[in-house]
């Protein structure tokens, strides 16, 4: 399987768009056309997780935070960062890096670390996009539907939230004369026709929109496929940092004792926490719109003194748990999630 392959899967997910202007997201270093071998993951990329990829036959390590943010204007190869470039350069090693596409996205940085955390009905802290979506209605023949169905739903189509393949079918009576000129799947010339046929409605990103159309058009056995399109008043709403949900009510002293971290802002150990708010790796940028939605605990990393001035003002806590801390859980989810889906073509995920 090409590198490509699975990079394409993971931007599916976590697409490049999604990420901030200043980001240097996607290919760092390499060629994508290479078959993979092995693949590491890591929150950054040092000599030990390149010596790690080397040691473990890993020819595509995937980073959080990328290789490159700015142009090169030289490699000096006896610097830790030149370094690391000759030894990728010389190991046939490709670098693809994934930062704040990864930090907005729905299970991204922020996500997994809520659910560490057991927090429930969780919503995005500062919405930084959304997307449009469409409703696709397509009419198939009932000898076809099972079979068209399953093909239908491996395309970019019936993405709602955490769930995939979601649609809705009805069936029903079509109705249609082929005229001069026709090459009908079904039916004679100039007979009206009633075919029994199922209508399947799912949902789609408006980016997937024309693509999808096009690979109907290529399955569906009629020369004019029957379908709808109807943009939806509801967006996908799912882009944005940090989360905030709601967990059972407990002591600030009982949760000090579950999270690791330096305890920062309100300290009062016998405050209620019940509204609890998280944001994997820099949370400050955060900190107004944490202390504007009445958040009990605020979860993140790399806290300052003025910020954690202006939470101990509005009776805001926070449990500073360390930039790494609070990324790493992301790693985990991405191991799995390519073995998952690549379980008879990877070997080896190994997470540095």
Not at 179 to 208: D, F, Q, R
Not at 259 to 267: A, E, F, T, V
Request: aromatic share 8%; proline share 3%; glycine share 6%.
């Amino acid at each position: 399987m090409k590198q490509r392959n699975l990079v394409s899967y993971l931007e599916d997910f976590y697409p490049k768009k999604y990420a901030m202007d200043w980001d240097n997201v996607g290919l760092q270093i390499g060629d994508l056309s290479r078959e993979i071998k092995n693949v590491a993951v890591s929150l950054d990329l040092t000599n030990l997780v390149v010596d790690k990829a080397i040691e473990n036959n890993c020819n595509l390590i995937i980073t959080h935070h990328p290789l490159i943010f700015n142009p090169l204007k030289n490699i000096d190869t006896h610097t830790p960062s030149g370094a690391v470039l000759e030894k990728l350069i010389k190991h046939d090693i490709t670098v693809y890096s994934m930062h704040t596409n990864l930090d907005v996205s729905s299970n991204g940085v922020s996500d997994i670390l809520a659910e560490k955390y057991l927090l429930q009905n969780t919503k995005i802290i500062k919405q930084t996009g959304s997307e449009d979506l469409f409703k696709f209605i397509v009419y198939v023949p009932n000898d076809i539907y099972m079979n068209f169905r399953e093909n239908f739903l491996e395309l970019k189509v019936g993405n709602i939230g955490l769930y995939s393949h979601c649609s809705f079918s009805t069936s029903g009576e079509g109705t249609f004369k082929p005229l001069a000129g026709s090459n009908p799947h079904i039916g004679e010339m100039n007979t009206l026709e009633k075919v029994p046929e199922y209508k399947i409605e799912s949902i789609v990103k408006g980016e997937y929109l024309a693509d999808l159309i096009n690979e109907v058009k290529r399955i569906h056995p009629y020369e004019e496929v029957a379908y709808d399109v109807i943009k939806l008043e509801n967006k996908a709403n799912n882009i944005g940092l940090g989360r905030y949900g709601i967990i059972s009510p407990i002591l600030l002293k009982n949760f000090n004792h579950i999270i690791p971290g330096i305890l920062k802002g309100n300290k009062d150990e016998n405050k209620l926490i019940k509204k609890v708010a998280v944001c994997g790796g820099n949370g400050s940028s955060l900190i107004r719109n944490v202390i504007d939605l009445k958040i009990d605990l605020f979860i993140s990393a790399e806290i300052g003194y003025h910020n954690e001035l202006l939470a101990e003002e509005y009776g805001l806590s926070i449990f500073d748990i360390g930039h790494k801390e609070s990324e790493e859980p992301i790693l985990y989810y991405l191991q799995r999630m390519i073995l998952d889906k690549y379980m008879d073509e990877i070997e080896k995920v190994i997470v540095v």
